[in-house]
Structure formats: structure tokens, C-alpha cells
């Protein structure tokens, strides 16, 4: 059973517009979020975390937001650029065990 | 400083034969987690191990696939009889006890199977 949801396979941006990616979980035990990009043929890379005693989390052009009551993150990347196409994961663990990784949007960011 | 290192990077074999993945875990790193992904599924956790030691192998799909961590600095994931299903990218990940929590876990380049 899929603990970490990402319902959009696929999300296309213009270059310069903001980047709105979702994710959903349904363990409220879970308390610490990440976001990992992941370019063809290569393994995830780490982007960004929250942790669940915050509600965001910036960091350059991308912003983590994290609403508990709804168990709903989003990555929001401001300014777009064609470098951040990309697939992204969400994870989330819960007492610092296990990571649970979603199905991964592959964003186009389109020049 | 060296990353995960996940070797073969590409892998094809023939239905019904054995398979050996392999990964060396960043130096100091006491854990390790081997990832399957997969379209339906995404990143999905195999099995993780803490000083060597198994402690979750609850996502191993079958008794086809099994892993050991002989050493702190290696690690193998077997797949005997490989299926054509068993297609897939497989991640190998490390982290160390402190950053477990707080950080990320860092991956591998991934051994891309694809079993005919």
C-alpha cells in the first residue's frame, strides 16, 4: 500500500513561471518530508527537507510547504528554468526509520 | 569523497538465471538501503540494513530476491530465478545514524536490470 502519493505523472511549465509540484501521504506518524530530483541515469539527488514542527521550508528558488491537518506537501519552484526538468520524488519517514518514496512527476520545464 | 558505488550499471540476462547487484556504501555510513524503481511504484524500499544487520526486509517481493551486507563496505542484491518482471532500475542508498533523521540518505547510480 502506497503510503506517499504523487497523483501527477507529469506536470509541463513554461521557463520562467512557477512550478507546482504535490504530494500526499496518509501516516500521520510520519514527521520529516524530503524532496529528491532525479535526472535520466542518474540516482535521486536530494533537494530539499521539512520537518513536520514547520509548515515551510525555503531554500533558493524552491519552497517546501507542508500542511499537516490535510497530510499535503508541495514543492513550489520559483523561477522555473530548463535545468530543473527532472523527475521529482517526495519521501517521508517517521522517527527517523525508513524512507517512503512516492511514484516521482516528471516536470518539463519548457524554454 | 567517493558516493555509492552500484555495479553492474547495466545488466541484461535471460529468464531463470541468477542475478548479483552490488553496492559499496560511503565510507562511515552505518546504514544501507536498497531501492526497486519501478513505474507503478516509484522508489520502492527493498530491504535496509543498520551496522550490517537486516532490519527490514518486509519489501522483498519474493523469496526469489535476497541481499546480505557481509562487511560494512558491501553489499549484494540476488535475484534467483530472475523473471522478466523483475525489470527495473535498483538503487542502492547509504546514510549515516546521524543524518538519518535529520537529512537524506544518498544514492546510487542504479543497476539497470532488464531480465528477457
Known amino acids: 500500500d502506497q503510503q506517499v502519493k504523487q497523483n501527477s505523472p507529469s506536470l509541463s511549465v513554461q521557463e520562467g513561471r512557477i512550478s507546482i509540484l504535490n504530494c500526499d501521504y496518509t501516516?500521520?506518524?510520519?514527521?520529516?518530508f524530503l524532496w529528491y530530483k532525479k535526472y535520466p541515469a542518474e540516482g535521486p539527488t536530494f533537494l530539499i527537507s521539512i520537518s513536520s514542527i514547520k509548515d515551510k521550508n525555503e531554500d533558493g528558488r524552491f519552497t517546501v510547504f507542508l500542511n499537516k491537518s490535510a497530510k499535503h506537501l508541495s514543492l513550489h519552484i520559483v523561477p522555473s528554468q530548463p535545468g530543473d526538468s527532472a523527475v521529482y520524488f517526495c519521501a517521508a519517514s517517521a522517527l527517523g526509520n525508513q524512507f517512503y518514496f512516492g511514484t516521482g512527476t516528471s516536470l518539463t520545464v519548457i524554454p | 569523497d567517493a558516493g555509492v558505488i552500484q555495479s553492474p550499471r547495466h545488466e541484461v540476462t535471460e529468464m531463470g538465471q541468477e542475478v548479483t547487484l552490488r553496492c559499496k556504501p560511503i565510507s562511515g555510513h552505518d546504514y544501507l538501503f536498497w531501492y526497486r524503481q519501478t513505474m507503478m511504484r516509484g522508489l520502492e524500499l527493498l530491504i535496509y540494513?543498520?551496522?550490517?544487520?537486516?532490519?527490514?526486509d518486509s519489501g522483498m517481493p519474493e523469496d526469489r530476491f535476497s541481499a546480505k551486507m557481509p562487511n560494512a563496505s558491501f553489499s549484494t542484491l540476488k535475484i534467483q530465478p530472475s523473471e522478466p518482471r523483475d525489470s527495473a532500475v535498483y538503487f542502492c542508498?547509504?546514510?549515516?545514524?546521524?543524518?538519518?533523521?535529520?537529512?537524506?540518505?544518498?544514492f546510487g547510480e542504479g543497476s539497470w536490470l532488464t531480465v528477457v
Open positions: 540494513f543498520n551496522n550490517n544487520v537486516p532490519i527490514d
Open positions: 501516516n500521520s506518524m510520519f514527521d520529516y
Open positions: 542508498a547509504s546514510t549515516h545514524r546521524g543524518r538519518l533523521r535529520g537529512n537524506t540518505i544518498y
